[in-house]
């Protein structure tokens, strides 16, 4: 049954899963070492407690840790949902659940690709701090 | 009951979850889904932390400073774990589908990464609980 759903939606989708298979290794290849060495400078190079306004205001004065963490925000988030949807499509039975379950996902990733984006990209230090 | 009856032929059902057997490949596949699902969620609380730089330092060094309270840490080293985890079994997984004979070694395969995944995280969790005991 679940078989049989799964293969009228690759038929109703065209490549849409072949692709999404493909971005999620490539993605993740990508996200294991970015994400690996985020999670080294700041948990294990930089002592927990010198993170800070500071010290992001110093980290986010030129551009390159900011393009570092846009793409980051971007492959994680999407790898993260596409994992979620992949996951929903296997547990919930229901085709209205999934529906809204994808629908969900999409405003999260809209909303959250907004947010991220816009303080990665506008933060600007006030001064004196 | 009528919905796992596709599933009671290839294994028995456990709850939410189908049991293939129990074997390596099954166990493997669970964890990734679980250690994926806490990692996107904590991806989502940490852009909503981030997005507080635009608030000013106040806030923002409040709010990151509950992540270096002694039990907060500990909690990272279990998102450490899951981090490593979801990685190496990703690379387990792409190994799998890319080389041919990769589904032939699955098992070793599984093994080594239960290897990498205690090299890599054993001394991150050192590094990360060193402050809990200054």
Do not use: C
């Not at chain 1, 298979?21 to 060495?37: D, H």
């Not at chain 1, 659940?97 to 506008?122: C, D, N, T």
């Amino acid at each position: 049954m679940i078989y049989e759903a799964s293969a009228r939606s690759r038929a109703r989708n065209g490549n849409f899963e072949l692709w999404s298979w493909l971005f999620m290794r490539v993605s993740g290849i990508i996200l294991l070492l970015m994400v690996l060495l985020h999670f080294a400078i700041m948990h294990v190079t930089t002592p927990p407690e010198d993170v800070n306004y500071a010290w992001v205001a110093g980290r986010y004065a030129t551009s390159g840790w900011r393009i570092y963490d846009i793409v980051v925000l971007f492959l994680g988030l999407i790898h993260g949902l596409n994992g979620v949807r992949v996951v929903s499509d296997d547990l919930i039975h229901s085709r209205g659940w999934r529906v809204v379950v994808v629908a969900v996902l999409y405003v999260v990733a809209f909303l959250f690709l907004v947010i991220g984006a816009q303080v990665i990209l506008s933060f600007q230090p006030v001064a004196g701090s | 009951m009528g919905r796992w009856n596709v599933s009671v032929d290839r294994g028995r059902a456990w709850g939410w979850a189908v049991i293939y057997r129990g074997q390596t490949g099954q166990w493997a596949q669970l964890l990734h889904r679980i250690t994926g699902l806490g990692v996107v969620l904590f991806l989502l609380l940490h852009i909503l932390d981030t997005a507080l730089l635009g608030f000013g330092p106040g806030i923002y060094d409040t709010v990151v400073a509950w992540y270096h309270l002694p039990w907060v840490l500990v909690i990272e080293v279990f998102l450490a774990a899951a981090v490593i985890y979801h990685a190496i079994n990703g690379i387990r997984v792409t190994i799998i589908d890319f080389w041919d004979k990769g589904s032939l070694h699955q098992e070793a395969i599984f093994w080594i990464g239960v290897v990498v995944f205690f090299v890599l995280l054993l001394p991150t969790a050192y590094f990360m609980l060193v402050p809990v005991f200054r």
